[in-house]
């Protein structure tokens, strides 16, 4: 028995960590135009990107996770 991941979730899986890379490159792109202007709109932009960050990591990982287990059981 293996422990193989579908190619359908490990596109998913990192489809959704690419978009978030995506989003977090934009969110960083805004800051630093920001930064010298308005110190405290950084603050919210970092949360903002660490709340993509977590929020993608955990459905990536939902993601295999959910699909280890079905090869598991089939």
């Known amino acids: 028995m293996h422990n ?3 190619p ?3 596109a998913a899986a990192l489809t959704t960590l690419m978009h978030a890379l995506i ?3 934009v969110i ?3 800051a630093h135009k920001h ?3 308005e110190s405290e709109c950084i603050f919210h932009y970092l ?5 993509k ?3 993608a990591l955990d459905k990536a990982g939902k993601i ?4 280890v287990q079905e090869v598991h059981h089939a």
């Open 8 to 10: 359908d979730a490990t």
């Open 64 to 67: 295999i996770m959910a699909d």
């Open 53 to 55: 960050a977590d929020q």
């Open 4 to 6: 193989k991941t579908t």
């Open 35 to 37: 930064a010298a202007r």
């Open 28 to 30: 960083a792109d805004r």
């Open 23 to 25: 989003d977090i490159s």
């Open 47 to 51: 949360a903002f990107v660490q709340l």
